[in-house]
């Protein structure tokens, strides 16, 4: 059984113009102690998608399933005790750290607002906490602004750790980083989750970051999943239009190593506002067919759980 399933899950937003389809449909699952990599251009809803599952932001409809059962059903006193099992990793490491606070005290927040250790035994958890993320010892009364990105987001893993939890929703933790730092923060997740049995959903627009560290992946466009397969098939064998033209946009060594000519996307962008039924991606896909409009398109399994919305994928 997965840790984490969603079952067409939806999260709309209203405005002036009609109602914003920023997660739409959306069904996937994590299994114990695996990665889920959601990739997608800027604005797809692969943030959306994360603060929802935690229900951070309320979702429109559909299912939460954590540990089998339905989250959305908790009451305000059942959805506390279960946060304790789901935490998040911000992207900037700056603006979601409390700068009034020191490292000791950010670390340990979450268990006294828990109430699950008095003071002195929060603090000596913390700096447990600080040793097992790799931030030295005399950091612990220095504050967020004293600290360089790196360290900051170290912080930021520690703090989601506090509680013990069994899910950790990573909202892009390394995009705003630099790459040697970058690929400290990704080897110090990957060490945690292999020692404490973790369980990820990494959100990131970084093709390199996100075949790094997880399992499988899933593409989003639009709100909505277009593409799902283990990591290693994905990126060899790409179903769908959107995706193939995500993955010839990285860098041209990698294109050379994998013979993907560059393809270069035209035509309007469909608009998340009360979008028509049918592919939102066919205005820009180069295969587009008249079965692309009109009907919504099905997500579908073609072999070994690779998933793809798309009638005409090649």
């Known amino acids: 059984m997965s840790l984490l399933e969603t079952k067409n899950l939806k999260k709309y937003f209203k405005t002036p113009s009609g109602m914003l389809h920023a997660v739409d449909d959306v069904s996937i699952s994590i299994g114990h102690g695996k990665t889920l990599g959601i990739v997608g251009e800027s604005g797809c809803g692969k943030s959306t998608l994360g603060r929802t599952v935690l229900r951070l932001i309320e979702a429109t409809g559909g299912e939460i399933l954590f540990d ?17 099992n789901m935490q998040i990793i911000f992207q900037d490491p700056y603006s979601s750290l409390n700068p ?6 950010i670390i340990a927040e979450p ?17 447990k906490l600080m040793d097992t993320v790799g931030l030295a010892s005399r950091f612990a009364f220095a504050y967020p602004h ?22 950790i929703v990573c909202d892009e933790p390394v995009s705003a980083l630099d790459v040697s730092i970058q690929a400290q923060i990704l080897n110090l997740l990957m060490d945690i ?8 959903m990494f959100i990131t627009h970084d093709l390199s970051v996100v075949r790094h560290i997880s399992d499988e992946i899933v593409v989003m466009y639009m709100g909505k999943c277009v593409e799902q397969a283990e990591a290693k098939t994905l990126f060899q064998s790409p179903r769908h239009p959107y995706t193939k033209a995500l993955l010839s946009a990285i860098p ?45 398109i099905p997500f579908e399994d073609i072999g070994d759980g690779h998933k793809v919305a798309c009638v005409a994928r090649g």
């Open 68 to 84: 089998g059962k339905d989250i959305r059903q908790y009451n305000k006193k059942e959805m506390k005790q279960a946060r304790r």
């Open 100 to 105: 009034r606070k020191c490292v000791l005290e």
């Open 111 to 127: 268990m006294l607002a828990a109430k699950i250790l008095n003071k002195a035994e929060a603090y000596e958890r913390a700096a």
């Open 146 to 167: 004293e600290l360089d990105g790196g360290r900051r987001q170290r912080i930021g893993v520690a703090r989601a750790l506090a509680l013990n939890p069994k899910f």
């Open 193 to 200: 989750q292999d020692e404490l049995g973790l369980t990820y």
């Open 252 to 296: 041209e060594p990698s294109l050379r190593a994998r013979d993907i000519s560059r393809k270069l996307l035209s035509g309007e962008v469909t608009s998340p506002i009360s979008p028509p039924p049918g592919c939102r991606f066919a205005p820009r896909c180069p295969v587009v067919t008249d079965k692309c409009y009109g009907a919504e």
